[in-house]
């Protein structure tokens, strides 16, 4: 990832005329931790928020906005991402009304073909040929995912301008190589991830599985 030194501005002008990607990397929070961590999930998306206004800033407003899952576009790209996640919708809000267009992210045949795979592989299958058969097509099928976003990503953006995405830490897109990629990663990033690795982990602990088996 590319970052900024601690001059700011005068290093800005490395990336003058060229393309632009502020990425905010997602985590999984499960609706208990949303629940139980609510006041350290607000600081995180305030964080996220002010770090991109300083990104905007230095290196230009952005002009488009890209999240995971999203295979709309226009108006209904909107009230898809209200539904997907309400806490990213309000930085989005701010930006796509304002200077920014919220893009079509993603391809929706991709996306339903990939997530009906996943439903498979969550069934506990007995045979493994068809389990080994139903994780190839799964792994063909986010491989064309991770494509098909880069190649989005890549017809969006011009020459010189600054576009926003998020999406899922662990994915595995290949940017085009003439986009310089900024991290958005507040310090509350580790704060958080480490705050889910301890709730999966209580969630699994014995004692916890035995007062679910006893509900």
């Given at each position: 990832?590319?970052?900024?030194?601690?001059?700011?501005?005068s290093d800005a002008r490395r990336f003058e005329g060229k393309r632009k990607l502020f990425l905010v990397p997602l985590l999984p929070v499960p609706p208990g931790l949303e629940e139980s961590h609510s006041s350290?999930?607000?600081?995180?998306?305030?964080?996220?928020?002010?770090?991109?206004?300083?990104?905007?800033?230095?290196?230009g407003t952005?002009?488009?906005?890209?999240?995971?899952m999203i295979y709309e576009s226009g108006e209904n790209a909107e009230t898809?991402?209200?539904?997907?996640?309400?806490?990213?919708?309000?930085?989005?809000?701010?930006i796509v009304h304002s200077s920014a267009t919220l893009q079509k992210t993603e391809d929706a045949d991709t996306v339903f073909e990939l997530t009906d795979?996943?439903?498979?592989?969550?069934?506990?299958?007995?045979?493994?040929?068809a389990a080994a058969t139903i994780g190839e097509r799964y792994q063909e099928a986010a491989k064309k995912r991770f494509a098909q976003i880069s190649t989005n990503i890549d017809e969006v953006i011009g020459k010189d301008e600054s576009a926003l995405i998020l999406i899922s830490e662990d994915h595995r897109v290949q940017f085009p190589t003439?986009?310089?990629?900024?991290?958005?990663?507040?310090?509350?990033h580790n704060e958080l991830k480490q705050a889910i690795q301890t709730y999966f982990q209580e969630q699994e602990s014995p004692g916890n599985q035995?007062?679910?088996d006893s509900s």
């Open positions: 990832m590319t970052t900024l030194g601690p001059t700011g501005t350290l999930l607000d600081k995180h998306w305030d964080e996220i928020g002010s770090h991109i206004e300083n990104l905007e800033r230095t290196l952005v002009k488009h906005v890209f999240h995971e898809l991402l209200q539904q997907i996640s309400s806490r990213a919708w309000g930085i989005v809000e701010r795979w996943q439903r498979c592989m969550s069934i506990g299958l007995v045979s493994s040929a003439d986009i310089q990629v900024f991290y958005v990663s507040p310090p509350t035995d007062v679910e």
